[in-house]
């Protein structure tokens, strides 16, 4: 029998790791963000670590199915995919517990090109079938990797004479294995190229809008990988749970910080064999029975995937649209299958499946910053579990203890009440905030110093002496020009809290008026212009995120399109998902459908909607603040709807797909003035070209640097007061 005391490890390699984890993290707060010049240095360590990984596996399942005879082969197959079964029972059971740590909340965000994007498919068929193998091998494709190399294992099973053939896959598994340790004696290194980067440039501000999630996100993660897992792998066999964390302590730090599972398992396969030879004895079998469940594991979810499905509860509470006991199961399945293929195209996906507004997948991408380190962290202590495990119930040395089960379920209930309640109290009474994204848009200021303006609140501004030439000959013999603009054209045109006229359209008049050397003043004014057309008394152009149609067209004279709108529906959060797709919104027969009181607009939905009850509706804000007669829906554009969502976070927008309808914006030139229609035109033309239209969407539209962004905090700035 083997004894279970296993050998003195070196501790020389996690010494070196955690004082270069150490040094890193002091360089970044010490330096800021000039630590980044580390980043290509942290990079180049990543790629070194990955080197080997997919040769490694190659070998690794051919030669260990390869050793196998078809008896064995069923047995390993049988076994690891009960543990297997069995581990994502676990994962999924803290999956569903997740929403019990959320506590009670309202939100809404700027618009965001996601919205536009349809769906990908997953294309489960090049995922997992290698046309061409060494494609897959070129390009990281790891499960058709996989496949292809248990197809040639389970192919040279069947070979008569395959021992010289194995002789030389061990040597080279073996040479692989070495490469792969002459790496990781780098890792001290690496880890503080990318301790010091992370440390240096992570933005505090990143993380402001995810601390519930994070912290129960990194709460869950750390049950799972520092007492689920191992407890599990401690209750079913002779390997301590000590034992487990201290072997494999080495990989795990390694996976933590460089956020790739792959880098990492040449490493825990050979951990892992040494771990099951201390405590249960040499057997060629094991090793054998190693080198296949590692990799092939990886061509199933992992834990650390099957956590992520954590945000889809998150998503819905943060979004108000909460994941319903009933989808549980849905979710579940669904989500299970989904993780087959990527994560970042697997959220998207579930989002749409469970009716959670599509726009709170940027969150998930944000919060990766964070959780990937500790999603990864868990996936390596899930490749170490079912290594151990998968070995283990292949080799018939799973123990059913019923006291150490008894045992593990106990402190495991424990446990998960302590980390899902003590979670709670704590996001609860640190985390939760007033809403205040509505501040974030009314608070928002010019760009930059344009010059200054005079604003007219009211329809009382003297009227403008008559055109005798044109109407850029009368703003050159005036030294100003009044630009119009309509009251109710947010986030083009709009008041902010201090009073002060701003929006995208109000920062381009500025411009003009400056690239024309005039002063500038804005009046209000009124929707009928596109009735009666544009008087040149009352201004010179209409500057205020109008939409060009061809009815409008032959009342007043546009300039070319400077943006893109598109149509979309601005709904209750809870009914985004019904929205988003034309075929969904036909389904559900007579509908009130609030629509701008402009032709092209009605004529637009009647045609999507023959069936829907059409309301002309004059001005979006008094439906929203309940003016109004009830509606189901209103018509509006997903750019300037996203910013009323702010205002109203009770909203969502919906684009309906397929087909997005886009509509253009122009200005409007008082009395059809040429000569003025030439050079606007030209000038939006040049501030095309030169980007000034392109910063002011990302900064109006998409949100962009609504807060000043602050240098990142440093010792030698705000602590040595170092100049920058």
């Not at 995922?127 to 294992?153: D, E, H, M, R």
């Not at 007492?227 to 079913?236: F, I, S, T």
């Not at 868990?378 to 006291?403: E, I």
Request: proline residues 6%; glycine residues 6%; contains cysteine.
């Amino acid at each position: 029998m083997a004894d279970n005391t296993p050998p003195p490890r070196r501790r020389t390699l996690s010494t070196r790791i955690a004082i270069g984890l150490a040094a890193g993290v002091a360089v970044g707060l010490v330096f800021g963000e000039r630590a980044s010049v580390l980043a290509p240095v942290a990079d180049g360590y990543i790629k070194l670590l990955q080197m080997t990984v997919l040769p490694y596996v190659t070998v690794s399942i051919v030669a260990g199915l390869g050793a196998l005879d078809a008896g064995q082969a069923r047995t390993l197959l049988f076994r690891v995919g009960l543990v297997l079964l069995l581990v994502w029972a676990l994962a999924l059971t803290i999956v569903l517990l997740f929403p019990l740590m959320l506590p009670s909340h309202v939100s809404a965000s700027f618009f965001s090109t996601s919205l536009l994007q349809e769906r990908e498919p997953f294309d489960f068929l090049n995922l997992y079938i290698p046309a061409n193998p060494f494609n897959s091998l070129a390009n990281n494709i790891v499960p058709a990797v996989v496949l292809f190399s248990i197809v040639l294992g389970l192919a040279l099973m069947k070979v008569p004479d395959k021992r010289r053939l194995l002789d030389v896959l061990g040597v080279a598994g073996q040479a692989v294995a070495q490469a792969t340790y002459f790496v990781v004696a780098l890792t001290p290194y690496g880890l503080f190229a990318i301790a010091a980067d992370v440390a240096g440039t992570l933005s505090f501000t990143d993380l402001e809008r995810l601390e519930v999630y994070l912290v129960g996100y990194i709460a869950v993660s750390l049950l799972l990988s520092l007492w689920l897992l191992p407890g599990l792998v401690a209750a079913l066999t002779p390997i301590p749970y000590r034992a487990l964390l201290s072997r494999t302590k080495d990989a795990l730090i390694l996976a933590f910080m460089t956020t790739s599972l792959l880098a990492v398992i040449p490493l825990l396969t050979e951990e892992a064999k040494e771990l099951i030879e201390d405590y249960t004895g040499r057997d060629e079998q094991k090793e054998a029975a190693v080198d296949v469940v590692v990799p092939a594991s990886f061509n199933f979810p992992h834990t650390g995937k099957l956590l992520s499905l954590t945000f889809l509860f998150f998503a819905g509470w943060f979004s108000d649209a909460v994941v319903r006991v009933s989808d549980y199961p849905k979710l579940a399945g669904a989500g299970v299958m989904a993780m087959f293929g990527s994560v970042n195209a697997a959220i998207p996906f579930l989002l749409d499946l469970l009716k959670i507004p599509a726009d709170t997948f940027r969150l998930f991408v944000t919060s990766s910053i964070v959780n990937a380190r500790f999603g990864t962290l868990v996936a390596a202590v899930h490749t170490a579990t079912v290594a151990v495990l998968g070995t283990c119930a292949v080799t018939g040395l799973l123990v059913f203890n019923a006291r150490k089960l008894i045992r593990f379920a106990i402190v495991s209930a424990i446990l998960i009440v302590v980390v899902v309640g003590g979670t709670r109290a704590v996001v609860t009474m640190a985390f939760t905030r007033p809403y205040d994204k509505d501040l974030e848009l009314t608070s928002m200021k010019t760009m930059t110093d344009r010059g200054s303006a005079r604003v007219f609140r009211t329809a009382d501004a003297p009227p403008l002496p008559p055109v005798t030439t044109s109407v850029l000959e009368r703003v050159k013999r005036r030294g100003v020009i009044r630009v119009g603009y309509f009251d109710d054209s947010l986030p083009y045109v709009f008041f902010n809290i201090f009073g002060d006229l701003v929006g995208f359209d109000v920062d381009m008049a500025l411009q003009f008026a400056r690239d024309l050397h005039v002063q500038i003043e804005f009046v209000p004014v009124t929707r009928d212009i596109f009735e009666r057309g544009l008087d040149p008394s009352q201004c010179d152009v209409v500057m205020s995120g109008v939409a060009i149609t061809a009815d409008r067209a032959t009342q007043v004279r546009f300039s070319t399109p400077y943006l893109d709108e598109t149509v979309a529906f601005l709904v209750p959060d809870r009914f985004a998902r019904r929205y988003s797709d034309w075929a969904s919104v036909q389904a559900m027969g007579r509908l009130r459908i609030g629509v701008p009181s402009a032709p092209y607009f009605i004529r637009k939905i009647r045609e999507e909607l023959p069936n829907a009850e059409i309301v002309p509706i004059a001005r979006l804000d008094d439906v929203l603040a309940g003016n109004h007669q009830p509606l189901d829906a209103l018509v509006t554009t997903a750019e300037r709807g996203s910013a009323y969502t702010l205002l109203h976070p009770e909203y969502s927008i919906a684009v309906p797909m397929p087909r997005p309808s886009k509509i253009p914006l122009a200005y409007v030139v008082a009395g059809r003035d040429s000569e003025m229609t030439s050079i606007l035109d030209t000038w939006i033309e040049l501030k095309r070209k030169d980007d000034t239209v392109g910063a002011l969407f990302n900064h109006w539209i998409l949100g962009q640097n609504v807060r000043p962004k602050e240098r990142r905090w440093s010792i030698l700035d705000n602590v040595l007061r170092t100049s920058k």
